[in-house]
């Protein structure tokens, strides 16, 4: 009962943190700067499949 209660008071107070607005300098899931880097995650990923397959 301890553990749950510390957790529930836990994410009670992170909480507000996660909600907030103005000018910041770490993107969100949803900004366009993440672009490439997923693009070129994805393409490593299949260039090393496709080494992976021609060995």
Known sequence: MKTLTTAALTAL???P???HDGMHLHPHADDSSWLP????SIAIGLIALIAWGRK
């Not at 880097?37 to 070129?40: E, M, N, V």
């Open 13 to 15: 107070i992170a909480a």
């Open 17 to 19: 943190a996660l909600a």
């Open 37 to 40: 880097l997923i693009a070129s």
